[in-house]
């Protein structure tokens, strides 16, 4: 397996909700089929009936809402778009699960939920600089 990701699917209970919320924070996406595909940089996002999801998967649907375990990260180029994003975010009916400040590591972070339960932070992590199309290198480690 190459080590790279093409698309991830997010399950979502009312599609057009889902859109219309990803919409309001800027995002421009496709409805083919009652799914909705977005290009996010090399990587597609993709919304999808979250019962249907489980199923082309072999995966008894289960409910909406509770922590699934993984987290999508927004890196941003500084603070004050992490306070612009979680903004919008509100206003679009996300949930802020995580307030705007420094963690303990030492960078500026925030978390919110969209209105599904999926997990997103924002961070402006100057460790991890963006390029102009906004791609991230991570740094070496070691």
Known sequence: MEQ?????????TDLARSKAF??????????VAETVFFQAGGLGLVLWSREKLA??????????GGF????????????????ALLANVAEAGGT????AAVNEIGF????FTDPDGHAWEVAHNPGFPLAEDGTITLPDFG
């Open 4 to 12: 790279r990701i093409t698309l991830i699917t997010l399950g979502v």
């Open 22 to 31: 990803y919409e309001a924070l800027g995002w421009r996406g496709q409805e």
């Open 55 to 64: 199923v082309d998967c072999g995966i008894e649907p289960g409910p909406a």
């Open 68 to 83: 699934g375990g993984i987290v999508l990260a927004h890196n941003v180029r500084s603070e004050a778009e992490v306070d």
């Open 96 to 99: 802020i699960t995580k307030p």
């Open 108 to 111: 500026y972070s925030s978390a």
